[in-house]
């Protein structure tokens, strides 16, 4: 089985080295994607939520310009800075809205703070 690095010009990259996705037989596994926004090239301002709101927007277009969709996505991992979310309130709301259909595995981890301001940073594996 073949891979095939994806980039999307509608999400900017976050670094150069490795690309957005990865596209394996019939998965798409998504590198880790921030809540960057597209019309600035920056960071969403305002913390935890929106930040995670645009990642999961970012997610969407790669995957929808992969020819994927956020109903495929099967499992993401959810790379959060210490504290921010204690209870995964903010991650259960905002999973509601952006898969109310699907059963997506999940799973945490809390990291020390990135660079750049980025509290959050999600990756996630779908079918192609």
């Not at 996705?21 to 969403?44: C, E």
């Not at 309130?89 to 990135?114: E, G, L």
Request: aromatic residues 8%.
């Amino acid at each position: 089985m073949g891979t095939k690095p994806f980039n999307t010009p509608n999400v900017p990259r976050s670094n150069l080295v490795f690309p957005q996705a990865v596209i394996a037989g019939d998965l798409i596994f998504l590198s880790g994607t921030t809540g960057v926004d597209p019309s600035t090239g920056k960071i969403i301002e305002g913390g935890f939520e929106p930040q995670l709101i645009q990642s999961l927007r970012n997610i969407k277009t790669i995957l929808e310009d992969a020819g994927s969709a956020m109903e495929k996505v099967i499992k993401t991992t959810v790379f959060m800075v210490a504290g921010e979310d204690p209870n995964f309130a903010v991650i259960n709301k905002v999973y509601a809205d952006f898969f109310p259909n699907a059963t997506v595995a999940r799973s945490a981890p809390q990291v020390m703070p990135f660079p750049g301001g980025i509290v959050v940073s999600v990756e996630c594996i779908a079918v192609a």
